[in-house]
């Protein structure tokens, strides 16, 4: 808990976790110590859903730069589907 | 030292004891077989969780001769692995200190009790475990020694301070009651170097025994064998000097 950076934000959809898959209620992201990067800090985001327990999680801790990356690909993929009438 | 011809043998068991407020929580317990008297330690896990790290830490403290005990300050937020714990508890912002320190000193009496103690304790801690232990010894009465490994956030600003981590630890420095080692790296970014100056500094100023030392070529978390943050040469300086502040605060 060295940083304590943490937002939680309400999100909807599955994931898959160590039991299979689960419905989403929440995800955790944080930039703090990851368990497994092999860094002192990457962009941890945990989905979870605290109903289920602790273990119903799906984790991933990224470096700062892949974190950018991959918000910027979220982001295009969105637009280019709603540039093709994919989004309702 | 050891030599080959000697007896040894530990015990080693998972316990319930009582924490802040009363509660009953579970810790790791780990003891050197034998009438005693033994010091004893108490170690404070660090933020990612009640691990296998620590565990291990535990027998190796008791491996030396230390009647050992690890809270498992987490067991409030439900149990499953260590790491899906402990993410439950870094989403929420970590743990109050209050609460920290109360399972810390709860721990600290369990051993105390025991009665094949030689009437010292001391506490460890690495990371977050570094800082509650901090705030620990300079709260609670009963500690001969206090072992801070890198923890951050014992020096905060205003901004920082909230409902769980309501004083900055520094500021209660001059609480401390027994001698404290620091090991830090020099390429950890909390506590940063600054931040470990600005420690030493209230150290000194406040009179306390203090030993600091400062690692060039490491980070945050280099005792840590399992993640690329492992130093093998300042690990091996570290533990010995950490034998040896126990060996004189606690024997």
């Known amino acids: 808990m060295c940083t304590m950076i943490v937002e939680k934000v309400k999100v909807d959809g599955s994931g898959k976790g160590q039991n299979g898959w689960f419905k989403l209620e929440q995800a955790n992201v944080s930039y703090d110590h990851p368990f497994d990067a092999p860094f002192e800090h990457a962009l941890n985001i945990d989905f979870v859903n605290e109903s289920q327990g602790v273990g119903a999680r799906v984790a991933v801790e990224l470096s700062e730069q892949a974190a950018r990356e991959l918000v910027k690909t979220i982001l295009q993929v969105l637009d280019e589907a709603e540039a093709g009438g994919h989004l309702s | ?251």
């Open chain 2, 1 to 251: 030292m050891y030599q080959t011809d000697m007896y040894e043998g530990l015990l080693a068991e998972t316990i319930a004891m009582q924490g802040a407020n009363g509660d009953t929580i579970n810790a790791f317990f780990a003891r050197p077989l034998g009438r005693g008297p033994f010091p004893a330690m108490v170690l404070a896990h660090h933020m990612p969780g009640w691990d296998q790290w620590y565990r291990e830490t535990t027998l190796k403290f008791a491996h030396q001769g230390y009647i050992t005990i690890s809270p498992n300050l987490y067991f409030r937020a439900g149990h499953g692995t260590p790491e899906d714990v402990a993410a439950k508890v870094r989403a929420d912002g970590g743990i109050p200190d209050d609460q920290a320190v109360g399972d810390l000193a709860g721990a600290m009496r369990y051993v105390r009790a025991l009665p094949y103690g030689n009437g010292k304790v001391g506490i460890f801690g690495t990371c977050s475990g570094g800082r509650h232990s901090y705030l620990t010894a300079c709260q609670t009465p009963g500690f001969d020694a206090v072992v801070d490994c890198w923890g951050g956030r014992v020096v905060m600003t205003p901004d920082q301070l909230n409902d769980k981590n309501p004083v900055s630890p520094l500021d209660l420095t001059k609480g401390l009651s027994c001698p404290i080692l620091g090991l830090f790296g020099n390429d950890d970014s909390s506590p940063n170097p600054e931040q470990v100056n600005q420690h030493e500094a209230e150290l000194k100023k406040l009179g306390k025994t203090y030993e600091f030392h400062r690692y060039d070529g490491a980070g945050h978390g280099f005792f840590y064998y399992n993640r690329a943050a492992y130093r093998q040469a300042q690990a091996v300086d570290g533990w010995e000097k950490v034998s040896a502040f126990l060996e004189k605060y606690l024997a």
